[in-house]
């Protein structure tokens, strides 16, 4: 540090002094001791207090940060997929589907054709009806509905499943969902049969 | 000089005014009867309080940052008008000292308010800052330069 350097600073430094001095003078009229005593007294008054420590900024958004991750994750844990969800409005409003002849497609598919025939085929139309009236009532993707379509038919297809196994005859293939879902995307006719699916609901 | 008043005149440093130095004190006494128990060794008492006082200290001017920006009268400017003409002019050239040391870069203030302040030997703000003596005296060498040539410069304006 150059001398005029020094000689500065220690011009500051007598002004820092001077501060100092004057603000001893305040420190030493305050009763340090009894004031600290009186604030460590009331601060373990609110340490006890029951609703002291939810009235502490931090723990009190601790505390609410833990309800909505709590509330989040019990939501997540008891909530059903979307694909369940689909199924179970399709459950609900059965009941509630009146006249949808006119949402049926034009096309008859024929992976389902069952050899009980129009027996099966009836069943079908059943179910892409209540397919129908869930999609219009859910908001559903298109890269769900076959999927969804496919679940209410193996849904519906359990009674059936149920019956073949009661006589000791073997699962169908086309109730395999791993199988039959890859068909379903490859599949011409259902293709179609989404396209149309998806027009009726516009125009409904 | 006791250490209250020690830590009393660090606070001063990162305070505008003796007030706010006070209530800083008290914070910083209140917080060591809280943590007593984390006190290990009684010899290092004191560098453990040093330690307390410098976070509550930093934790107030990042407080005061807010003050400012919501533009909230400081008791600092209650003082000015209630005091006599006469002392006022001192009272500006501290003030002009105090802002300069608030614009130095905080490696070189925290070190000079300690030692300046609060008398530290090279050797406590060594320990209460966890840095080398000599890291300290290069600091405290730079801070001085920097300060004189703000204040210098201040008056030139």
Redesign the interface.
Known sequence: ?TEN?RK??SD??N??K???Q???V??KR?D?AT??EK??QL?EKSKTSSLGFFLRPLPAAAFLVIIILSTLIYKQLTSTSTYEKGIESLAQIMNQTTNMESLLPTRKPQVYELSDGEKGFAHLEWSIQRVLYCLHRESITDEQIPIIIFKVLQKNEKKDLDKLNFYGLEEPAYLNYEKEIQKLRNNNNYNLLFSKIIKKLQEV | MTYKEKVFFICLGYTKNPCDADDLTQDIYLKALKKLGSLKDVNLAKVWILRICRNTCLDHLKKLRLRRLFSLKTKEDIIIEQTPESQIITHQQIQKVKASIQQLPKKLKETLILREYGDLSYQEISQTLGIKTGTVMSRLNRARQALSDMVKGNHHD
């Open positions: 540090m350097k500065d600073f500051i430094k002004l820092i001077k501060e100092k004057k603000a001893l305040f420190f305050t340090f004031r600290l604030r460590s601060d």
